[in-house]
């Protein structure tokens, strides 16, 4: 399927690297991406996977593709991928910060080493990353950079508090890198999904009806209104007008009102039972 022409006429030829590539929207964005005509530089975890969809895209849209096997939990990851392709001649025009992941269940229950491990993937290494390709972009002028963030970035969410608070910062940290960057010809912007077809769900340990159920939305479909939004100079997408309601809607109702409403809609069973007893 071509990509859209608003996507082919910025991206064709130019090199992007997509983090957490491997499923959910990451690999949608690569899909897009290759559509546009974009050389794909592949990275997460599972390199099985990230292959079979470097073939498969590099022999639909004969585009050049790489794959870096890596896992941003390591602090050494960003300098790593930076190195294997600035620093060996690859110049990166697109920075898709997708890699991520949540948590869902009471903070105190958690295991904290997970949840630093969160903050590490979602934050430190979209810090890392962001910083160590954003100065080529600017000696070029030019460049795009995506920060995936969540429609929780726009309130805190009970039972999944830490996960909310890295979308939070990587909302915040979009839109001001935006501002920054923007005269030297750089767009940025984060990409505000809600409730996505992936395998979000499963990892954060939710419900399995949170990884696919009535009014969510498809990876693709999230992957090209992020992309598209991007391109026309949007600070932040949210990709679903159901979503981009609800977010408008807030500014009108009291921040206690909205966190309490959250902690119902999100309240685990063993926490409704606690509270009959």
């Not at 929207?25 to 292959?51: F, K, M, P, Y």
Request: hydrophobic share 45%.
């Amino acid at each position: 399927m071509p990509g859209s022409a608003i996507l082919t006429k910025a991206f064709q030829g130019k090199w992007a690297l997509v983090t957490g590539a491997s499923a959910g929207i990451g690999e949608a964005l690569a899909i897009e991406l290759a559509a546009a005509g974009a050389n794909l530089v592949l990275t997460a975890r599972r390199a099985d996977r990230l292959e079979t969809l470097a073939r498969r895209l590099g022999s639909e849209h004969r585009i050049q593709t790489q794959v870096i096997p890596a896992d941003l939990a390591d602090p050494a990851a960003p300098q790593q991928l930076f190195d294997a392709t600035e620093g060996q001649g690859v110049a990166i025009d697109i920075l898709i910060n997708n890699a991520g992941f949540g948590y869902y269940g009471e903070f105190v229950t958690g295991d904290p080493a997970w949840q630093r491990t969160m903050v590490d993937v979602n934050c430190s290494a979209v810090v890392d990353l962001t910083r160590l390709f954003l100065p080529r972009m600017i000696e070029r002028r030019r460049g795009d950079i995506m920060i995936v963030a969540s429609t929780a970035a726009y309130q805190p969410v009970a039972y999944m508090a830490t996960y909310a608070a890295t979308k939070a910062f990587d909302r915040m940290l979009a839109e001001a890198l935006a501002e920054e960057t923007a005269r030297f010809g750089i767009r940025v912007s984060a990409l505000c999904p809600g409730p996505t077809e992936s395998e979000f769900g499963k990892v954060a340990g939710s419900p399995p009806a949170a990884d696919r159920g009535r009014g969510f939305q498809k990876a693709d479909e999230v992957a090209r209104r992020g992309l598209e939004g991007m391109v026309n100079g949007k600070h932040w997408v949210l990709p679903s007008f159901v979503n981009g309601a609800s977010v408008f809607m807030q500014r009108f109702v009291p921040r206690r009102t909205v966190t309490g409403a959250a902690e119902k809609m999100f309240r685990p069973p063993s926490v409704k039972e606690a509270l009959k007893k």
